[in-house]
């Protein structure tokens, strides 16, 4: 027997901060994203031998030893998937430990701005969901995705890539104190859909950030009320209603001008949001066709997102591609998270 599972990775379209604590506590977060066809990973095969072996691929980490309750997670190593498997090992209250080979692997590395660790852990126990038949819907997935990361492993981040990864697709989130999130799926009609990603570039700047820094610096001006950064996350929690709102009246104008509005707003936030090479970066970008521009993610580096009229579509990514980075032309993924299983032949 095989399982297999994978998660998309998000686009932050607007919001992209409010999400993250004590922000969201205090005063309520929303963001829209949408998932795209870049996914994280998963194949679990069952064994017999007593053993557990978690290869990441991507990564080139090899983790291996008995079958346990736990697994130490002061080794670093497979950090997400033992944070995984440790949670799904509580939740159960298994007597003995499980018996299997892992490997994962995503289409973006870390630090990419797509949220890809977040969509690791939601594919790792989608996979563990669909072994075990598990008894969780998608809010549960994302939920316990979120506390495996923030509380079991204490790596600090939002709450948006989790729910994103599981629910897929358009989606309006909103982050309401005491870790209530609703998920308000958007239903985007295909002509639009068909349109955004018409417009829709992304470009790898070749530069892996540690978003852990400048989400660090988000709640720190955020508990000492520094008032720019309150301001540019006010103006980022009402950008993601505004986004809401042109997308599904398909005003292409005005979503190009909040995510302009957006990334500004971001860079108030932190001054580690963006750098000078960043900034002239999308200025090349702006001066070659695109209508908006912003990186993805908390900042810093990783991919920056682009919309491009579509005439000028060719010429932006030739040019781009003379630069140092990769661009790439994604597609909107409509689906989240899944997994399914392959069984031995009689």
């Not at 829209?32 to 069952?46: D, G, Q, W």
């Amino acid at each position: 027997m095989i399982i297999r599972s994978k998660a998309p990775l998000r686009l932050g379209l607007a919001g992209g901060g409010t999400d993250i604590s004590p922000f969201c506590d205090l005063y309520e977060g929303a963001i829209l994203n949408v998932t795209i066809n870049m996914y994280a990973y998963c194949i679990i095969e069952p064994t017999k031998d007593n053993k557990i072996v978690i290869d990441s691929s991507d990564r080139k980490e090899h983790f291996e030893t008995k079958s346990s309750l736990y697994l130490d997670i002061t080794d670093k190593t497979a950090l997400l998937a033992k944070g995984v498997y440790n949670r799904i090992v509580k939740e159960m209250n298994l007597q003995k430990g499980l018996s299997f080979k892992m490997i994962t692997y995503s289409d973006a590395p870390v630090g990419s701005g797509l949220g890809s660790s977040s969509t690791m852990v939601v594919c790792i126990l989608k996979a563990f969901t669909e072994w075990l038949n598990l008894p969780y819907g998608e809010y549960d997935i994302a939920k316990l995705a979120y506390e495996i990361e923030r509380e079991d492993l204490d790596l600090h981040g939002g709450k948006q890539d989790q729910y994103a990864a599981t629910f897929g697709g358009f989606n309006f989130m909103q982050f309401r104190k005491n870790n209530d999130v609703i998920v308000n799926p958007l239903k985007i009609k295909n002509w639009i859909r068909d349109e955004i990603e018409s417009e829709l570039l992304l470009y790898y700047t070749g530069t892996s950030r540690e978003s852990a820094k400048i989400i660090d610096d988000q709640i720190k001006n955020t508990k000492k009320n520094d008032k720019k950064s309150l301001e540019g996350m006010f103006k980022l929690k009402e950008n993601a209603t505004k986004m809401k709102n042109a997308l599904v009246t398909a005003d292409f104008n005005e979503i190009a001008k909040l995510l302009t509005e957006g990334w500004l707003a971001k860079k108030e936030t932190a001054s580690t949001v963006s750098n000078p090479e960043i900034d002239k970066l999308y200025k090349f970008i702006m001066n070659n066709g695109a209508r908006a521009a912003k990186i993805s993610g908390a900042g810093g580096g990783g991919f920056m997102l682009i919309l491009c009229d579509p005439k000028e579509k060719y010429n932006l990514v030739k040019k781009l591609e003379k630069l140092d980075g990769i661009v790439m032309v994604p597609t909107i993924c409509e689906n989240g998270a899944k997994a399914w299983t392959l069984r031995d032949e009689d």
